[in-house]
């Protein structure tokens, strides 16, 4: 068993959707990046990564580079997944903490928990998703942008 964590943040940009976990959260704005900004993917990526000790997002799709531009974070997980399991890894479990003021993640936590499970091709019961908000704490707590906690562990 391997044991990884993964953590990143990003700020809310307007004129954009906003994309968690593959999933398009309506009535809010999007968040800034090279990438769709979904950066509870990235979280989850950067977890699965380190697990494996085979660095993390930036070195695997640098946001330097044209390619990566747009990109749909989801499309760069499933190739992640691909890696891993080329790796000799299965997944046991990933769990992940999403914390903003808003958007109020209750709604959407199972069409995310769903939107992960089939992009790394695993039970939906491996997958956990949770919401919090920072009490008004912080940069975070301030409503100025997301960031997410996760662990995985892999087999
Ligand atoms: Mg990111």
């Known amino acids: 068993m ?87 890894y299965s997944i046991e479990n990933i769990d992940v903490t999403v914390i903003c003021e808003r958007p109020k993640l209750r709604p959407f936590v199972e069409l995310i928990r769903s939107s992960l499970a089939e992009l790394m091709s695993v039970g939906i019961g491996r997958i956990s998703v949770k919401g919090k908000t920072n009490e008004g704490m912080d940069a975070v707590g301030a409503g100025k942008g997301i960031a997410v906690h996760a662990v995985a562990l892999l087999k």
């Open 2 to 88: 391997r044991i990884g964590f993964g953590y990143d943040s990003h700020v809310f940009e307007s004129g954009k959707p906003l994309v968690l976990g593959g999933v398009i959260i309506p009535e809010c704005d999007g968040l800034k990046a090279h990438s769709d900004g979904d950066v509870l993917i990235h979280a989850v990526i950067d977890s699965l990564l380190g697990a494996a000790a085979l660095g993390d997002i930036g070195s695997h799709f640098p946001d330097t580079d044209e390619r990566w531009k747009g990109a749909d974070s989801g499309e760069l997980l499933r190739s992640v997944v691909y890696e891993l399991r080329g790796a000799g």
